[in-house]
């Protein structure tokens, strides 16, 4: 049971206080509503560079991070398709120094033309390090265009490409500090070793003063329904051939989550799971076989994806991964089967649980799916998902219409 | 009043690090149980650590591949049963090798421990290694290796172990596809008899649980086969190529780069200074290499010192990835850096911020229940004083600039430097 009381300041900020005297730590998650679904498509990877500058000094403060350094934290940020969110771990005693840090960059943003062309070249560099100078690094960049067309998913968070980083101007990193990065469009936890009225205190000192702002999200497209399979051939300097299969699926806050959620893990998790079972060890068709899902809060994506053996062919290994979906479709799945993967979504919650700031972004998280106390209940709707549901949602789901496939080939 | 942002709300240093209390137990001779109870959430993990890393090994690979095989199958229960059997109640069976042991641990919710832990203890007591399974761990192993050959930062690391320690020290023992291939049942029954069933070094278990729990452990892990009777093996000869080697890739946009040296062991009375000028050189954000080539001049994604400690050596060494056109640039930054901190004593703000940050970063390692466990398993391994965090506190503040320039000058010199790149000509 994660406990939590929940405040909004006059200026709109969405706060959350999460107690626990067991820490010496405290932990700040600020989490923007502001991702690269909202990114223009011809400019590409800008929420994510922008988070990059974020760390260059604010209006009062020069060095973000020594300041923090200098007071014993830590801080760093992600961004998504849907959110950036920013995080601080301190001794609970300093933790007003993070106060100070996060609200001063909420405030003002210093960003010169310096600053930014040094993060646009470590961005790029970034870029290649993870999607270009690794094998099979790209199937994220591939895989995306190809099952949505419409959608801002259409992209990757670090950007469709290195020309779209490279173009962005000072002028426009304002303009979107202004348009998203305010109170109102922001959620902050506070969780950790500190009591609720020193939480308030804090928050109004130094984020109370803050002022509202405009903030209008960009109007983007549902992805309609995809009509026909689709596929593409890619062939790269790899040593071994790869298929992907990507199906859509619904959206975070969505029924069908669950149950999408306990179908991967039934498919693809751990050495009791089927597709490890059949077709990595008895058929001998892949050496690796996972199953995932994109976890996106709009309707996202259920992967499936695999190294071939040596010597098998694009058509046999996809053949029998459909062969498995099939069986899916047709056979409802057994009781002790469907325990096995509720029993272990609750391993991963709990476990998940023990570390403070894992939880305080899972409750920021909850909150701007909507729901708060998601981060409690979120377990029963895995208890409530029955073998019915999960033949009915893999009926609708698996079928081709519905599938990207991406053929990355060996080159010989 | 209005509200000075520029200033800087008042901070308190850490003062003190505790490290909690743990329980150790001897369970049978040679084997002590340690319990660190700590968290709120109804977890627990169980760590094994056996006498079995790369340092045991008789053929390369035999580590890793017995690590691996033994959820693969009991004279009771098919590799397939006994994932079952754990997956059914959601627990999690890891085992890993590394460079002087392995170790097996079990993850499972407080309240499934008494139906795990007998399947796990099987798993560890009785492991058959049947061939097929063998097969099929050995191809996708190949499989997997073929891959990482293709990284650069694979090869990179690979190669610098290897020009450091010396191509046939364990701690470079690297697989090459041969030794995949050639490695047999033999090999892997012999390696787990010796290593495994009388190579039980010590056991942590950390998380929330009960005096019955630990009882129900203790009991199960006095009454089951493994025991500690392994003969002690001396350390292994290293012999260093020194100087510059590259390695030819020319299909990579960056080029990965290692510069290193040997260091001095962990027990060593200036290894926790070390360890402080290493965080200031490398080992941070907010560290010289950090800020000059990435928040200055933007050559690289992230640039980082690490001061690694094995049991029987020390290694230091800078990595990064750079991409090519920059790769000289890179290089002459490095250099100069290490030349600077050697020539002149560190500013005493920047000290100030490392000596604050570390303590917070130790504070931040000593929370929560697996973190603990952690550190208390280096605490162990090491032979280290109960007090070593504590100690950590007087270490770091009387570093003085001028002590601090007189390591720098001991351990960060010019001589005896093995450099690494992986890229394109």
Redesign the interface.
């Known amino acids: 049971m994660i406990n939590y009381t929940k405040f909004t300041l006059e200026n709109g900020l969405t706060v959350i206080h999460h107690a626990?005297d067991?820490?010496?730590?405290c932990v700040l998650n600020l989490l923007y509503k502001v991702g690269s679904r909202d990114e223009n498509p011809d400019k590409t990877g800008f929420a994510h560079l922008f988070e990059h500058l974020m760390f260059g000094g604010s209006?009062?403060?020069e060095e973000f991070?020594?300041?923090l350094?200098?007071?014993?934290?830590?801080s760093n940020a992600f961004t998504s398709n849907d959110i950036t969110n920013y995080y601080i771990?301190?001794?609970a005693?300093?933790i007003?120094?993070g106060?100070?840090l996060e609200?001063?960059r909420m405030?003002s943003l210093d960003i010169n033309q310096k600053s930014l062309?040094?993060?646009?070249?470590?961005?790029i560099?970034?870029f290649?390090?993870?999607y270009?100078?690794?094998?099979?690094g790209d199937v994220w960049l591939k895989i995306l265009p190809l099952a949505y067309k419409v959608h801002p998913y259409n992209w990757a968070t670090i950007g469709k490409n290195i020309t779209h980083i490279e173009n962005f101007e000072l002028n426009e990193v304002k303009s979107f500090f202004e348009n998203y990065y305010s109170p109102n469009n922001a959620i902050l936890v506070v969780a950790g070793n500190i009591p609720l009225e020193t939480c308030k205190v804090f928050c109004e000192?130094?984020f109370g003063?803050i002022e509202k702002k405009d903030t209008k999200h960009s109007n983007y497209q549902q992805e309609p329904r995809q009509m026909e399979p689709r596929s593409e051939h890619v062939y790269n300097?790899?040593?071994?051939d790869l298929l992907v299969k990507a199906y859509h699926m619904g959206g975070r806050m969505d029924s069908d989550y669950y149950v999408c959620d306990l179908l991967s893990d039934i498919l693809g998790s751990?050495?009791?799971a089927r597709f490890f079972?059949k077709l990595?060890?008895e058929k001998?068709l892949f050496?690796?076989l996972d199953t995932y899902i994109s976890g996106d809060a709009d309707p996202g994506l259920f992967l499936i994806e695999g190294?071939l053996?040596?010597g098998i062919s694009f058509e046999t290994a996809e053949n029998a991964i459909k062969e498995e979906l099939e069986y899916l479709k047709t056979h409802l799945i057994g009781e002790?089967e469907l325990?096995?993967v509720?029993?272990?979504?609750?391993?991963?919650v709990?476990?998940g649980?023990?570390?403070?700031l894992n939880r305080a972004m899972k409750l920021a998280f909850a909150e701007f799916l909507g729901n708060i106390e998601l981060v409690n209940t979120e377990i029963d709707e895995y208890l409530k998902v029955t073998p019915a549901l999960l033949q009915d949602i893999a009926k609708n789901m698996f079928v081709e219409n519905n599938c990207s496939t991406l053929y990355y080939h060996a080159k010989v | 009043m209005s509200?000075e942002?520029?200033i800087?709300?008042?901070?308190?240093?850490?003062k003190d690090l505790h490290f909690p209390e743990y329980q150790k137990i001897e369970i049978k001779t040679g084997i002590d149980l340690y319990a660190i109870k700590?968290?709120?959430?109804?977890?627990i993990r169980l760590d094994l650590v056996f006498n079995a890393g790369l340092t045991r090994q008789l053929k390369k690979a035999e580590s890793s591949f017995t690590a691996q095989m033994l959820?693969e199958g009991t004279s009771k229960k098919t590799?397939?049963a006994l994932?079952?059997a754990l997956?059914?109640?959601?627990?999690?069976f890891q085992t890993r090798s590394n460079a002087d042991d392995a170790i097996a641990s079990l993850?499972?919710?407080e309240k499934?421990l008494k139906s795990c832990l007998p399947i796990f203890i099987e798993a560890l007591v009785d492991s058959i290694f049947p061939p097929k399974e063998l097969d099929?761990i050995r191809?996708?192993s190949i499989?997997?290796l073929?891959?990482n050959?293709?990284?650069?930062n694979y090869l990179c690391r690979k190669v610098f172990y290897q020009k450091l320690l010396g191509a046939h020290h364990p701690y470079a023992g690297f697989s090459e596809k041969a030794d995949l291939e050639n490695l047999n049942l033999d090999d892997l029954k012999s390696f787990y008899k010796t290593n495994y069933l009388s190579g039980l070094k010590f056991l942590i278990l950390s998380g929330n649980f009960s005096e019955i729990t630990l009882g129900y452990i203790h009991e199960s892990i006095k009454t089951c086969l493994l025991q500690n009777s392994i003969e002690p093996r001396g350390g292994a000869a290293i012999s260093t190529i020194l100087g510059k080697h590259f390695v030819e890739k020319n299909?990579?946009?960056?080029s990965a780069i290692r510069i290193g040296k040997l260091s001095i062991e962990r027990a060593h009375p200036d290894y926790r200074k070390l360890q402080l000028l290493n965080l200031i050189f490398g080992g941070?954000?907010?560290s010289r290499l950090m800020k000059n080539i990435?928040?200055?001049?933007?050559?690289?994604?992230?640039i980082y010192s690490v001061l690694e400690s094995f049991q029987q050596t020390s290694v230091w060494y800078i990595e990064t990835?750079?991409?090519t056109k920059n790769r000289e640039q890179g290089l002459t930054e490095i250099y100069k850096e290490l030349a600077a901190i050697r020539n002149e004593p560190i500013g005493a703000h920047e000290l100030?911020?490392?000596k604050?940050?570390m303590?917070?970063?130790f504070?931040?390692s000593?929370?929560?229940?697996?973190s603990l466990a952690d550190r208390l398993k280096i605490i162990i391994d090491f032979g280290l004083s109960k007090d070593y965090y504590a100690e950590f506190v007087h270490i770091i503040n009387s570093m003085s600039p001028e002590a601090l320039m007189a390591i720098s000058n001991k351990y960060f010199s010019a001589e005896n430097i093995v450099e690494v790149l992986v890229g394109k000509k």
């Open positions: 626990d067991s820490t010496q730590l209006k009062n403060i991070d020594t300041e350094q200098t007071a014993g934290g830590e771990t301190l001794p005693n300093n007003e120094t106060f100070w609200s001063d405030l062309d040094v993060q646009k070249n470590v961005v560099e970034e290649k390090e993870r270009l100078n690794q094998p099979y000192k130094w003063s300097d790899v040593p071994l751990g050495k009791s079972n990595v060890k001998r050496s690796e190294k053996m040596k002790t325990t096995k509720q029993n272990k979504t609750e391993t991963n709990r476990f649980d023990v570390n403070v | 509200l942002r520029n800087a709300p008042q901070f308190h240093k850490v700590a968290g709120t959430e109804p977890v959820s590799a397939s994932a079952d997956d059914f109640y959601g627990a999690y993850y499972c919710l499934h099929i191809k996708n499989q997997k073929l891959v050959e293709k990284k650069n299909d990579s946009v960056q941070y954000f907010g990435r928040e200055d001049k933007g050559l690289t994604y992230g990835e750079i991409n100030e911020v490392a604050n940050y303590l917070g970063s504070l931040r000593l929370d929560g229940p697996f």
